[in-house]
């Protein structure tokens, strides 16, 4: 009953904020004292204190307002601030707000987000070398971009140096990307890692991002559910590579996946972002650092993103837009993000820069990966987002589990992941 209620309360929260907020979006001509901005972590705290606070106002102060993601934790208290914005103190106002691509389109098309152009003043020049696709994200129904990023996730295939040289004969990444070109070359040398004692990769979930990322249609078209061929791709690999033993069994994010990045793991390599590299990989004691390279894989995707919203009712819309500037918009800011952070960053002329660079990452051995980056980033397309991604890429990946696991048969699976989505979208059917 509890799950059903908030089910219900999630949806009913979706409508809410389409329609019952009567904030204005317009700034006030005086700029207040307080920046709050919610985070769910201290990512974006760090690249602002990096790259922007000191050209903070003296007289201004900052506050974030983090809630951790899990169990929807962020979003709920969000969405709890946003109802009451337009009546809350001025020094208790949302400024800024973060959104995660997975649930994006939650807040694009409401009026508790600014337009980006209209509202905080940017132009289509200030926006110019921008990827295409983190403006697509946020761009609502009737055309007006809502929020902007400091990073593009493109994706690839992250592997131990070591078990490279010893099973496939070279470390090196172009050499490496040759045999994992595609999907079939990708499942050889699984076996062949099999072989030498290493898994191909860590469990269940590893490889869902580089399928689901792939997908041709949304999870739902006219409220019915949609599989598309790549989440079937996805779920027949994962559990032939359960069954055969080329996977650690692990659910992502667990301490046996991690477990398996350190010098001691047996896991040859890892699907993600350049972002996976300095928030999911140890480079402590212990860790297999220095041991690692990247290279694309058997097929380019995307992974995540945070964007920054600026919040309706907000009274420091200037600031908003200075921030916007300086940490989504500059070239020189840019740069030196990606060089001192490993974020690859949303411009296209400051990462062709970096990519044609001396730099190295010391993680990687020294490779410079963002060259790897550069086309995919420019060909991802996120025309395929739906509201429902986040809900829709947990259950799918819930209910599979089971199936991997020999708990469940593939029939049974199907019909959990079914019921789980119709419990937390009641207007959703089969």
């Given at each position: 009953m509890k799950k059903l209620v908030a089910a219900a309360l999630a949806v009913a929260s979706l409508v809410t904020l389409m329609s019952c907020n009567k904030a204005e979006p317009t700034a006030a001509k005086e700029e207040g004292k307080v920046?709050?901005?919610?985070?769910?972590?201290?990512?974006?705290?760090?690249?602002?204190?990096?790259?922007?606070?000191?050209?903070?106002?003296?007289?201004?102060?900052?506050?974030?307002?983090?809630?951790?993601?899990?169990?929807?934790?962020?979003?709920?208290?969000?969405d709890e601030a946003l109802l009451v914005q337009d009546k809350a103190a001025a020094d208790a106002k949302i400024d800024i707000f973060l959104v995660e691509a997975d649930y994006a389109l939650k807040y694009v098309d409401t009026p508790y987000t600014l337009d980006v152009k209209k509202d905080i003043g940017l132009t289509d020049a200030d926006l110019a070398n921008q990827y295409k696709?983190?403006?697509?994200?946020?761009?609502?129904?009737?055309?007006?971009?809502?929020?902007?990023?400091?990073?593009?996730?493109?994706?690839?295939?992250?592997?131990?140096?070591?078990?490279?040289?010893?099973?496939?004969?070279?470390?090196?990444?172009?050499?490496?990307?040759?045999?994992?070109?595609?999907w079939a070359k990708f499942n050889a040398v699984a076996a062949d890692m099999k072989a030498a004692g290493y898994y191909m990769l860590s469990g269940y979930d590893d490889a869902f991002r580089a399928f689901s990322?792939?997908?041709?249609?949304?999870?739902?078209?006219?409220?019915?559910?949609?599989?598309?061929?790549?989440?079937?791709?996805?779920?027949?690999?994962?559990?032939?590579?359960?069954d055969k033993g080329y996977n650690n069994?692990?659910?992502?994010?667990?301490?046996?996946?991690?477990?398996?990045m350190m010098e001691d793991g047996k896991v040859f390599g890892y699907f993600g972002p350049a972002w996976?590299?300095?928030?999911?990989?140890?480079?402590?004691?212990?860790?297999?650092?220095?041991?690692?390279?990247?290279c694309k894989g058997p097929q380019g995707f995307s992974w995540g993103g945070t964007w920054l919203c600026g919040a309706a009712g907000s009274d420091n819309v200037a600031l908003i837009k200075d921030i916007m500037l300086t940490l989504t918009c500059d070239a020189d800011t840019m740069t030196t993000l990606a060089k001192e952070k490993?974020?690859?960053?949303?411009?296209?002329?400051?990462?062709?820069?970096?990519?044609a660079s001396d730099y190295g990452n010391d993680f990687l051995a020294g490779q410079n990966h963002m060259a790897f980056f550069l086309d995919s980033a420019k060909s991802i397309d996120k025309s395929c987002m739906s509201m429902y991604d986040q809900g829709m890429n947990e259950k799918i990946q819930s209910a599979m589990k089971d199936y991997f696991?020999?708990?469940v048969d593939i029939d049974t699976a199907w019909a959990n992941f079914y019921t789980s989505v119709t419990e937390t979208y009641p207007n959703l059917s089969k």
């Open positions: 920046l709050n901005i919610y985070v769910w972590n201290d990512e974006f705290a760090d690249r602002f204190n990096s790259y922007y606070a000191a050209k903070l106002p003296a007289d201004v102060k900052v506050n974030f307002v983090q809630t951790p993601n899990q169990d929807n934790a962020y979003q709920n208290k969000l696709y983190t403006k697509d994200i946020m761009t609502d129904s009737k055309g007006n971009l809502k929020g902007v990023s400091w990073q593009a996730c493109p994706g690839g295939f992250l592997y131990r140096r070591s078990y490279a040289k010893e099973v496939l004969g070279t470390d090196e990444p172009s050499e490496v990307q040759e045999k994992l070109a595609d990322d792939n997908m041709t249609q949304p999870w739902v078209v006219d409220n019915k559910i949609v599989i598309d061929p790549q989440i079937q791709a996805w779920i027949d690999q994962t559990k032939e590579y359960t069994k692990a659910s992502l994010w667990s301490a046996e996946s991690t477990q398996g996976f590299i300095d928030f999911c990989m140890p480079h402590d004691e212990g860790s297999a650092f220095g041991d690692w390279a990247f490993g974020d690859f960053a949303n411009n296209e002329k400051a990462m062709a820069a970096v990519a696991e020999g708990l």
